[in-house]
Structure formats: C-alpha cells, structure tokens
C-alpha cells in the first residue's frame, strides 16, 4: 500500500472522529427534541465510519500485509531457485521443484494483483450520506475488495505450501536447503 493510500486512510479516519467529535459537542447543546432527533439520525446516515471508513482501513491493512509477505516470498523463491538450479547441475530429478517453484511464483504474482485490486476498489469510496445508491455502490465495492483480499491470502498460502514442499524434496535429495 502506497504512502499516498495510507495517508488517504488515516485523513479520513481522522475527518470522520472529528467531525463525529462536532457533532457530539452540537447533540450536547442542542435544547429541542426535532433537532436532537436530525442530529442523532445523522449519525447513520452521513458519518459511516463504522460501514465504511473502518472496512477501508482493515482491507488497506490485509494488502498492506499479503504486499509484505508476497516481498518475503519472492526473496525465498530466488533463493529456492539457487538450490532447485544447483541440484540440476548435480543430476538430479528437479521436474517436481520446477513445477512447484512455477506455481509458487504464479501464486506471489496473483497474491500481488488482487491486493492492488482490492485497494482500487475502495480507494475513492466516499460516505453516502443517505443516498441508497452510493451505499450499495460502496457495500458492493466493499464486497469485492474482500472478496480479492481472501484470494490473495490464499494465493500466499498455496505459495507457501509450494515453498515447503520444495524444501522438503531438497532435504530429501541430501541437499541443504531451509525455509529461511
């Protein structure tokens, strides 16, 4: 996740506690009923920090996270890659590595793109303040972005399922070779 988007997030965050901050200061002072009533339902209908902004902040925070992993990830497939190419070199049957290094790197790649999606699909979503609409808009791009963040963790988990099952045919070649 870019600084920009993080900075995007955290503005937002912060607009939304103070305007929320506001109008608890204007629900305290208020003296009649009809306004009390306009300012608490306000509440759910322009200030959706909960339905919302906090949705945003937790799907940037799971890219942010896959974007960290896939970077571990892909310094572990070159140095996968380094035994897989030295255990060619001595002979040995690497048809298996091979196969599970290509899907291993597939798999980063994948993890990487749905993440950047994710963050694409919330990127600009903006309150609905009341308007059915764009609520729906966003509920949907909220869903999506989800939905793409899920794939990308399981896109890192298959990729690590590959990285071990690596390791595990190297140690049973007799060459050194760690997940680390």
Same mark, same amino acid.
Do not use: C, W
């Given at each position: 996740v870019s600084a920009s988007q993080k900075a995007t997030v955290a503005s937002s965050?912060?607009?939304?506690?103070?305007?929320?901050?506001?109008?608890?200061?204007?629900?305290?002072?208020?003296?009649?009923? +009809?306004?009390?009533?306009?300012?608490?339902?306000?509440?759910?209908?322009?200030?959706?920090?909960?339905?919302?902004?906090? +949705?945003?902040?937790?799907?940037?925070?799971?890219?942010?996270?896959?974007?960290?992993?896939?970077?571990?990830?892909?310094?572990?497939?070159?140095?996968?890659?380094?035994?897989?190419?030295?255990?060619?070199?001595?002979?040995?049957?690497?048809?298996?590595?091979?196969?599970?290094?290509?899907?291993?790197?597939?798999?980063?790649?994948?993890?990487?793109?749905?993440?950047s999606a994710a963050v694409t699909l919330i990127a600009s979503l903006m309150p609905d303040n009341g308007d059915n609409a764009k609520k729906q808009a966003n509920e949907q791009a909220l869903k999506d972005a989800r939905a793409k963040i899920k794939l990308g963790a399981q896109d890192i988990e298959t990729a690590r399922k590959d990285a071990h099952s690596i390791v595990k045919v190297l140690r049973e070649m007799g060459l050194a070779a760690s997940a680390g």
């Open positions: 965050l912060a607009s939304q506690v103070l305007a929320l901050t506001t109008l608890k200061a204007k629900i305290a002072a208020d003296t009649d009923l +009809p306004t009390l009533k306009t300012d608490i339902a306000s509440i759910t209908a322009s200030y959706r920090i909960f339905m919302l902004v906090m +949705p945003q902040a937790r799907i940037q925070v799971a890219a942010d996270k896959i974007m960290t992993v896939t970077g571990s990830l892909t310094t572990l497939a070159a140095k996968l890659k380094t035994h897989i190419d030295a255990a060619a070199a001595a002979g040995k049957d690497v048809s298996v590595m091979t196969s599970s290094y290509t899907e291993m790197n597939a798999k980063i790649a994948d993890a990487t793109v749905q993440s």
